[in-house]
């Protein structure tokens, strides 16, 4: 491992709303579970965990005392890795899905604007979206922007050149999700350049759904973005359809992968400093 190679920030997302034990048992669903599944992925080389926490019945939940539980276990079992909590798993639900904001976590999901998920339409307002952006600069936490298209790109841009996100922008490439974005190269390149041209400091991570993870990874990789990867956005390890074993085994599956794009994994310290965060 040289210095020379540009660090990545592997980002895991260990969780999400969806997927359940039955889905595949590696899924953490209590907070006792997503602590230990988030550190043995911090171990394998991940510097950012990407959270939502559940029931106990493994439906989602924006409950702030969970979110708090999480936190505090993550700090201690994780030191120096970036948290960024989801503001995304209610959809509906209005402001209650920023809710644990004042627990000012390093950062959190933001999205700017609406589409259509697999079964529903994933809905945020303008007034919403406005609201937990200023709930973010309140609470000085960090938004990672989800850009399930381009428009949404254009809109955090417009936001943060209007004063409404604290800049510089962090945005995620979101491809794969049915009914919204699929994964398109030509789109994922146009969103690369598009970024670079509107908002020269920005940095970016790229994120593909189901079979698209994988290819994500890579493309990131090559183009000189951040990943990311886990159970939330694919539970699978391969076309053959076998199940991913863990969280961690995904996490070391990109850390493994960087050397062949002359990359290497970024140090916790390394990932707040290119994403302008306060040192642990
Ligand atoms: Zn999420």
């Known amino acids: 491992m040289t210095t020379t190679m540009t660090p990545c920030i592997i980002t895991v997302a260990i969780t999400g709303s969806v997927p359940t034990k039955k889905d595949n048992p590696a899924v953490p669903i209590t907070v006792a579970e997503q602590v230990e ?3 043995a992925s911090f171990e394998a080389g991940a510097s950012l965990a990407h959270c939502h926490v559940r029931n106990d019945d493994g439906t989602t939940s924006s ?3 969970k979110f708090g539980r999480l936190v505090e276990g993550l700090k201690k079992h994780c030191p120096g890795m970036i948290i960024q909590l989801s503001t995304g798993g209610r959809s509906g639900n209005g402001r209650e899905r920023g809710g644990m904001l004042p627990l000012r976590p390093d950062m959190a999901s933001l999205s700017t604007g609406s589409c259509n998920f697999p079964t529903r339409v ?17 609470n000085n936490v960090k938004p990672e922007i989800e850009a399930f298209d381009l428009s949404m790109i254009f809109q955090a841009v417009k936001m943060e050149q209007d004063g409404r996100i604290k800049g510089p922008l962090h945005v995620q490439f979101v491809m794969g999700v049915k009914n919204a974005m699929p994964v398109d190269k030509e789109t994922f390149d146009y969103y690369v350049k598009t970024l670079k041209r509107l908002a020269p400091n920005a940095t970016w991570t790229g994120a593909g759904i189901g079979k698209g993870q994988l290819m994500l990874n890579r493309w990131s990789l090559e183009a000189g973005g951040h990943c990311r990867t886990g159970l939330e956005d694919n539970i699978r390890w ?19 992968l960087c050397a062949e794009y002359g990359r290497r994994p970024a140090t916790p310290a390394e990932a707040r400093k ?5 040192a642990a």
């Open 37 to 39: 599944s988030t550190q």
């Open 63 to 65: 409950d702030p005392e």
């Open 122 to 138: 994933y809905e945020n307002s303008p007034e919403l979206v406005d609201w937990l952006a200023a709930e973010m600069i309140a």
């Open 274 to 278: 290119l994403l302008s965060l306060a």
């Open 238 to 256: 391969d076309e053959s359809g076998k199940l991913a074993p863990s969280n961690a085994a995904l996490v070391k599956r990109v850390a493994d």
